[in-house]
């Protein structure tokens, strides 16, 4: 049963406030609860309680505690994970299966992740002679940078919010996070869990609402802040470092994306429709390392436009506890409008409608839901708003290429970098490839593969700065080096 109240978790307390709006459920857009909006006063206390706890209990753990209850929290989630499955599932209508094989479970993976890191991770060290004939040592020293201000999307709700808050945490600082205004329920359950384990009061705080003069707006422009961290749009990401420009605080931004997959002929074609069907239809297509641009070498061009369209007829739409749901819902009328325009669009722009293209006709109350039907184009110019611009639904238009640079031409012809998938055989071709592909993450043969060690952002616009494994190091702390005369 997921709750009907969905309350601000500030200083260890769940909060109430005199403002409250609609949470709905995508399936059928019905309302299934309502959340108090945090006003100033709100986002003030849950920043003053981060200080206090920075200064206070939190500040002085050891290293050592700090892990032990990062590991208590995996525990603690895993224990609770059919609550967590449950209010994922309930804010954005996903299929359980998918939820709990990648969101719930990268949830707590993200808190075991980085409690290792910091466990594990060495500092530098350099030794140097001095004019007098003796020397000096130097060595890194890593503190918190503070308070953490974290700006989350709906995409992937606990996954994606963990990412940060993990690392956060894990390098001594407090959170204050604000969840999307339309996902707001795992962040919110996961105050229950903080307390539960002895997590300090004040150390994660969750405010709840908008960006623009709500809580996003008050959160990113306290003074109380000492760093941002946002996932989402890149217009909001540039908000968002307009109001960090105040106070000089740093930003860390993972953004938009309108990633290409490009299929060479000696691919394992079994693989590459595998790969780029989930890439292109998993959750709906709202995964910012999606595919919305497929280029297909010539000779494979029809064989592998007629095996995509064979799977996109294939995956049944369907609510979360259906255990054959292949796709969920988009995440809200508004962004179902959004698709649903692009849709249009693609035809304006005289692309080909190979499947797809509208609304599934679904039973009884879900008429009402926010679903879209997985759509493929093919026939666009490169020109094409289409090709150029983040659709962010189940969608995508497929090209035939004749050659490396011509498609590697293409496929940089963007102004976000974010991700790509090279399918290919040829070893020295994925090499070259990849190092050629303008984007911060370059899967060769698989898709969103992830090694939660390895450096994960964007380039271009679709983001500033990395994390994952000692990459969110450089965010959550400072490096601060003490130079011994000896
Ligand atoms: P969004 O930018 O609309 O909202 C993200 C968050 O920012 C929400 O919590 C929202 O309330 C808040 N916000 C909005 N305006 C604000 C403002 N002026 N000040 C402070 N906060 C503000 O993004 P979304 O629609 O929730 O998510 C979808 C987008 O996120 C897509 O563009 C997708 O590509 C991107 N995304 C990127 C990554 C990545 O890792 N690069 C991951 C997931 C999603
Ligand atoms: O896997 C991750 O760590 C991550 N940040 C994924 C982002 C997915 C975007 O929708």
């Known amino acids: 049963m997921v709750a009907k109240d969905i309350l601000n978790f500030i200083d260890g307390e769940f909060v109430a406030t005199g403002k409250w709006f609609a949470n709905r459920t995508p399936t059928t857009n019905a309302v299934i609860g309502r959340v108090a909006e945090a006003g100033k006063a709100e986002v003030d206390a849950a920043v003053r309680a981060a200080r206090a706890a920075l200064a206070g209990h939190w500040g002085a753990m050891t290293l050592a505690r700090r892990v032990e209850l990062l590991e208590a929290l995996v525990a603690e989630i895993t224990n609770r994970f059919d609550e967590f499955l449950d209010a994922e599932c309930a804010d954005t209508g996903k299929p359980k299966s998918l939820a709990a094989h990648i969101d719930i479970p990268r949830g707590a993976a993200n808190f075991k992740i980085f409690a290792d890191v910091v466990k594990n991770v060495p500092s530098e060290f350099f030794e140097m002679a001095t004019p007098d004939g003796r020397s000096a040592i130097n060595y890194g020293y890593r503190r918190p940078v503070g308070v953490v201000g974290v700006i989350c999307p709906w995409n992937l709700p606990l996954l994606l919010m ?23 329920r795992t962040a919110v359950l996961l105050g229950e869990v903080m307390n539960k384990v002895g997590i300090p009061k004040g150390v994660y705080n969750v405010v709840n609402g908008f960006g623009p003069n709500s809580a996003g707006e008050f959160l990113t422009t306290h003074p109380g802040v000492d760093a941002l961290t946002f996932t989402g749009e890149t217009r909001t990401g540039e908000s968002i470092m307009k109001a960090a420009a105040t106070g000089a605080r740093p930003v860390s931004l993972e953004m938009g994306g309108k990633n290409a997959a490009i299929v060479f002929a000696d691919c394992d074609f079994d693989a590459a429709i595998e790969g780029t069907m989930r890439s292109c239809f998993a959750n ?32 049944k739409p369907g609510v979360p506890d259906d255990a054959a ?75 035939p290429f004749d050659s490396e640079d011509e498609v590697l031409a293409k496929a940089n012809d ?19 490839m990849a190092q050629k592909m303008e984007v911060g993450l370059a899967w060769v043969n698989s898709w969103f593969l992830r090694d939660l060690r390895t450096p994960f952002g964007g380039s271009k616009q679709s983001g500033i700065g990395r994390e994952g494994g000692v990459h969110s190091l450089e965010f959550y702390t400072e490096l601060k080096n003490v130079c011994i005369k000896l």
Request: aromatic share 8%; hydrophobic share 40%.
């Open 162 to 184: 963990t990412w940060k808050v993990g690392p956060a945490l894990a390098c001594g600082n407090t959170v204050v996070v604000k969840p999307s205004e339309e996902t707001p």
């Open 284 to 315: 709906c297509g709202q995964v910012c390392l999606g595919t919305e641009r497929v280029y297909v070498e010539r000779p494979l061009f029809d064989r592998f436009v007629a095996a995509l369209k064979a799977g996109a007829e294939a995956l």
């Open 414 to 432: 963007n102004l976000y970098g974010l991700a790509t998938s090279i399918w290919t055989r040829d070893l020295s071709r994925a090499h070259r």
């Open 325 to 399: 749901a292949g796709i969920g819902p988009l995440i809200s009328k508004e962004h179902q409008s959004k698709v649903l325009s692009y849709y249009k669009l693609a035809l304006v722009e005289g692309a080909t409608l190979v499947t797809g293209g509208g609304v599934p006709d679904m039973p009884g109350e879900l008429k009402d839901g926010c679903w879209v039907q997985p759509t493929i184009w093919t026939g666009l110019p490169e020109t094409a708003r289409v090709i150029k611009e983040e659709v962010f639904g189940p969608c995508c238009h497929v090209a």
